[in-house]
C-alpha cells in the first residue's frame, strides 16, 4: 500500500498506538522493513471529513505522495450488470451520501 495518508480524524494520537497493536512495531519501523515506504502519517487537509465532504482545503500534502485529486463524482464501476450489482450500495448510505454533495456543492476545482 504505497503512497498513501495514514490519519485518524477523531484522535490523531490514537493512530500511532492503532499501528503499534497490529504490526507490533511503530510506523517507522515498519516503513524500515519496506512496508508503506512512501506512506505518511498526516492530516489530508480534507475540507469536513465527518460530513462526508473530502474535497482538500489544500492540495500541498496530497501532492506530496502524487495524488492528483479529481471529481469523484465520475468514478465507479462499470461492465457486467452482475458486476455492477455487487457494487451497489444500501439505499440509506447513498442517500446520506448525496445530502452531503449536495450540502457540499461540489464544483470539479
Request: charged share 30%.
Amino acid at each position: 500500500m504505497p503512497d498513501n495518508f495514514i490519519f485518524e480524524n477523531r484522535n490523531p494520537a490514537a493512530l500511532e498506538e492503532n499501528i503499534q497493536s497490529q504490526q507490533k512495531r511503530s510506523f517507522a519501523e515498519w516503513q524500515k522493513l519496506g512496508k508503506d515506504r512512501n506512506s505518511i502519517v498526516t492530516d489530508p487537509l480534507f475540507i469536513d471529513p465527518e460530513n462526508l465532504d473530502f474535497r482538500f482545503r489544500s492540495t500541498r500534502v496530497a501532492r506530496k505522495i502524487g495524488f492528483t485529486p479529481f471529481d469523484y463524482s465520475k468514478a465507479g464501476v462499470y461492465g457486467d450488470p452482475e458486476w455492477i450489482n455487487l457494487a451497489k450500495l444500501d439505499p440509506a448510505l447513498i442517500e446520506e451520501f448525496n445530502k452531503a454533495i449536495a450540502k457540499n456543492k461540489w464544483t470539479g476545482e
